[in-house]
């Protein structure tokens, strides 16, 4: 796997962003760019990522941006595909970005409808697990436990929706997970995913310092804590095979996986968790480990 | 050289979208639109037009899809009717706002609760303020020449435009049409020409946050606010009409057929009551205006081809001479009255200050009938009451039974 050193020297992000200290999606974004290069439009709507593109008339992100409504990231970018398609031009990489709200939860019509349809194009959530962009209310891809400022005094009662299991059922022809701390496993998964054709979808785990409640500096360490005790797995599936990548096969093949209580504690949005709550998340966070290395067949 | 079929609404439609040559239809399923994407999807497959039809899982999806291909470059076309309609509604004021010159057909049907497949006009006068160009159209004749019109309009000005006809009315009625020639299309609507591209070498960020006060760009020149933006909108509609006259003029001189007024006038010159309506309700109107004037009393029609942007000048000079107006409607603003009736009222009082009787009918929605003996009854009970001076201030409600 590549080093951070080996990757593109080329920006497509340039200095004076507006996102947050320490934002697990603006560096992930950086490697995303890297690896599609400039002959990529992206279409987002409003999120996180639209703060990080700037405001008119000035943006920092090197590649073409169509900004479109909550709910029809999906939808623009088959546009935009079907669009140029008309016009001959069939040497741009489509991608369609959005936050876990736009995905997971209004998104989801329109992502199911251009993945049943095979629409030629990139989608990627970057998943920092709540309405950050409006002030870190639930959505559906908040984990049991958490506090957010609509589950403020209970946390929220269910578990993450499995958003991947859904993606998987349309039989896409490549998709992924990957997390902002591991811009190698990044930038390789997107390379790939660039190349191929067909609805591909990219589950970028994006820590988030104001709403999961740890410093600015910890973003990298809280991501790989993530991975180091399997709350998120990086993988990929190619044709309905899954693979392991990264820190999740040698955690896979050394057996190391960290009990979830380390990343736990290292974040305010957990603080409420009773015990018992607490070892539900584990029983989870297992149950699934358990079901990726049964599908890797390690 | 033209030929002339018999054909439906949507049919018509459909063949108008093929003969503009459009390069993307993105649609949804409704009654009573689905014809127009089920004829053009044959089209496509069968290789008649050279197209991408997107066949999207909601209408919501179906304008987002246009108005990234319309962003793209491409020549787009839709249509919905009713609740599709108003699923979209986001997405409409998104493309007036983006500024893209998507063509949209709607065939009008009434919105639920309680539900209704059939006719009224609701569905578009709900979406009177998104900042879309609206056209309707009274036959089948109107809704070929308008879809036509609509697509030069709306390239020329970058404001999309919806053309609107009745549902089941004249979407599934069949009547002659006379087809242009594709070469007759080809020279009066050239191949759409974007004002940008999407080009790597230049990249942009299209319709990101805007703030409240003009900001410097990297040059140091200021760029527009939001309200910037909007008022530049509103500045374009306020000067289409001009523009709408000088394309109909050209589309008259090449087939034939003058929509270069805003207005449709029936026997409207010395009339001392007027019928005021859009659609099919216009041609109902015409109807019943030839009996009326056979029983001696001097009626007319004035017809709006264009809502939005609306003709308010031409409206209060085309009604001057008229004793008592009478606005036949589809649809209401709930609480108030009649859109087109406000909206009349409104022009008189701003442009030559003639006070008639204006008196305000809801008619047909949900499909309910209307042939012109109901407006023939309707206008002679009009002047009997106005007669004894008696001012009807509430909109009456026509045919409503129960």
Not at chain 2, 167 to 193: A, I, N, W
Not at chain 2, 204 to 215: F, S
Request: with cysteine; hydrophobic share 40%; glycine share 8%.
């Amino acid at each position: 796997m590549a080093t951070t050193l080996e990757l593109p020297g080329e920006e497509f992000i340039l200095p004076g962003t507006r996102t947050c200290a320490g934002c697990g999606l603006s560096i992930a974004y950086r490697y995303i760019l890297k690896a599609l290069g400039p002959k990529t439009i992206v279409t987002l709507p409003a999120c996180c990522l639209t703060i990080l593109h700037g405001i008119y008339p000035k943006t920092p992100i090197a590649v073409n941006a169509v900004n479109n409504t909550f709910a029809s990231t999906a939808a623009s970018a088959t546009g935009l595909v079907a669009g140029l398609r008309a016009r001959g031009k069939n040497d741009i990489t489509i991608v369609g970005m959005a936050g876990d709200g736009g995905t997971f939860d209004m998104g989801i019509q329109a992502l199911s409808g251009a993945a049943e349809r095979q629409t030629d194009f990139i989608y990627i959530c970057y998943d920092n697990e709540a309405y950050m962009n409006t002030g870190v209310q639930r959505s559906s891809a908040t984990p049991l436990g958490a506090y957010t400022t609509t589950t403020p005094v209970l946390t929220k009662q269910q578990p993450k929706k499995n958003f991947l299991k859904i993606m998987e059922a349309h039989n896409l022809s490549y998709m992924a997970t990957t997390c902002s701390s591991y811009p190698g496993d990044l930038y390789e998964k997107f390379l790939k995913a660039k190349n191929k054709s067909g609805t591909r979808f990219m589950h970028v785990a994006s820590p988030c310092p104001a709403g999961w409640g740890y410093p600015a500096s910890d973003t990298v360490r809280i991501g790989r804590l993530a991975v180091e005790s399997g709350v998120v797995v990086l993988y990929e599936v190619e044709n309905g095979e899954l693979r392991l990548t990264g820190k999740s096969l040698s955690i896979a093949r050394s057996g190391r996986k960290k009990p979830v209580d380390e990343y736990l504690k290292a974040q305010g949005r957990f603080s409420k968790m009773p015990p018992e709550l607490v070892a539900e998340f584990q029983k989870e966070v297992d149950r699934n480990w358990e079901d990726i290395l049964n599908r890797a067949k390690l | 050289m033209s030929e002339t079929k018999i054909i439906t609404g949507n049919e018509t439609a459909a063949l108008a979208a093929k003969l503009c040559k459009v390069q993307v239809i993105a649609a949804y399923p409704i009654t009573p639109q689905s014809k127009i994407p089920e004829t053009l999807s044959s089209y496509v497959e069968s290789g008649q037009l050279d197209a991408e039809f997107v066949r999207v899982e909601s209408e919501h999806s179906a304008m987002g899809v246009c108005i990234s291909a319309s962003i793209a470059g491409a020549r787009v076309f839709t249509a919905t009717s009713a609740n599709g309609l108003a699923y979209m509604n986001e997405q409409l004021h998104w493309a007036a706002g983006a500024r893209v010159p998507i063509v949209m057909a709607v065939a009008n049907r009434g919105l639920g609760a309680p539900w209704t497949i059939l006719n009224d006009m609701q569905d578009t006068l709900s979406q009177r303020d998104t900042g879309w160009m609206q056209l309707y159209c009274r036959n089948n004749q109107e809704i070929m020449d308008k879809v036509i019109l609509a697509f030069k309009l709306a390239e020329r000005v970058l404001v999309p435009t919806m053309v609107c006809f009745d549902g089941f009315r004249l979407s599934h009625t069949v009547m002659p049409v006379k087809v242009p020639s594709q070469k007759d299309v080809d020279e009066f609507l050239p191949p759409f020409e974007p004002v940008y591209e999407l080009d790597p070498e230049k990249p942009v960020n299209i319709n990101p946050v805007v703030m409240t006060d003009p900001l410097p760009g990297p040059d140091g020149e200021l760029c527009p606010s939001y309200m910037g933006f909007r008022r530049r909108l509103q500045e374009t509609l306020e000067h289409v009409l001009p523009i709408y006259r000088e394309i109909g003029k050209e589309f008259a001189e090449r087939f034939g057929r003058d929509y270069s007024d805003p207005l449709y006038r029936y026997m409207a010159d010395d009339a001392e009551i007027l019928f005021v309506a859009q659609g099919s309700v216009a041609s109902e109107a015409t109807a019943a205006t030839d009996i009326l004037r056979e029983r001696g009393i001097k009626a007319g029609v004035i017809g709006l081809n264009i809502f939005r942007p609306f003709p308010a000048e031409d409206l209060a000079e085309a009604t001057n001479g008229a004793r008592v107006i009478t606005v036949f409607e589809k649809g209401i603003s709930y609480g108030y009255e009649g859109v087109l009736c406000s909206e009349l009222k409104a022009a008189l009082f701003s442009h030559n200050g003639h006070r008639p009787e204006v008196l305000n009918f809801i008619v047909g929605l949900g499909g309910k009938d209307l042939n012109p003996q109901d407006l023939v009854m309707a206008i002679e009970d009009v002047l009997g009451e106005t007669k004894e001076g008696r001012k009807i201030r509430t909109p009456q409600w026509l045919g409503s039974g129960v």
